[in-house]
């Protein structure tokens, strides 16, 4: 991984924004992705005058939002069919339907912070498309939220320049942090359904 995010330093200053642009993207699609560690390492490349911090920025916005409309799209079109018919085995379809509502609800929060949420951006999206969330004001809270993370990753990597490696550690702590935390709060949501479910169903049978 590292080696290919080195590789970009061998490339003209446009083609390492198409590569920005293109790991942000993918990253929406197919996590997880080296993007965050790319986007810094390209910031690296803005300190030493290779490549123009601005457009590294672009290219990295753009990317991470049309990635997240490809995902949203996904979810719009064919994300209810991909549970409701069982694909993902453990979810029961009540659960998927309640999650559903409960987006509706509230998602446009979690759209603000969902470049902050690393590992759980292309969850985010899809589920997005699938609740049907206002595609426009969806797509500019996105487009936000990418800007303010995107710009912290360019920043810091213009900040330590040839050092930018020193914040892969921390990248890594704060994505297994989130993942976790957000892994944990998913699994108390889906037992209390569980449960509830049981002592409905335990009271049904016995009247």
Do not use: E, M, Y
């Given at each position: 991984m590292e080696d290919l995010i080195l590789s970009l330093r061998g490339l003209s200053p446009w083609m390492v924004y198409a590569a920005v642009f293109g790991m942000a993207f993918i990253e929406n699609l197919f996590p997880p992705?080296?993007?965050d560690l790319a986007i810094v390492f390209a910031g690296s490349l803005a300190a030493l005058g290779e490549v123009s911090f601005a457009w590294v920025l672009v290219a990295a916005t753009a990317g991470s939002?049309?990635?997240?409309?490809?995902m949203y799209g996904v979810g719009a079109w064919s994300g209810r069919?991909?549970?409701e018919r069982g694909r993902i085995s453990f979810l029961p379809v009540e659960a998927v339907r309640k999650a559903e509502a409960w987006f509706a609800r509230h998602g446009l929060w979690l759209i603000v912070a969902n470049r902050f949420l690393a590992g759980t951006r292309a969850v985010v999206s899809f589920f997005a498309g699938m609740s049907h969330l206002p595609l426009p004001l969806t797509t500019l809270l996105c487009l936000l939220s990418a800007l303010a993370w995107n710009a912290i990753l360019v920043g810091a990597g213009y900040a330590l320049g040839q050092n930018w490696e020193r914040i892969g550690f921390y990248l890594t702590t704060y994505s297994q942090v989130i993942t976790g935390a957000v892994v944990v709060v998913l699994l108390v949501l889906l037992g209390r359904m569980v449960v509830r479910n049981a002592s409905r169903n335990g009271a049904g049978?016995?009247?």
């Open positions: 992705s080296p993007s939002t049309t990635g997240f409309v490809a069919r991909i549970l049978g016995k009247g």
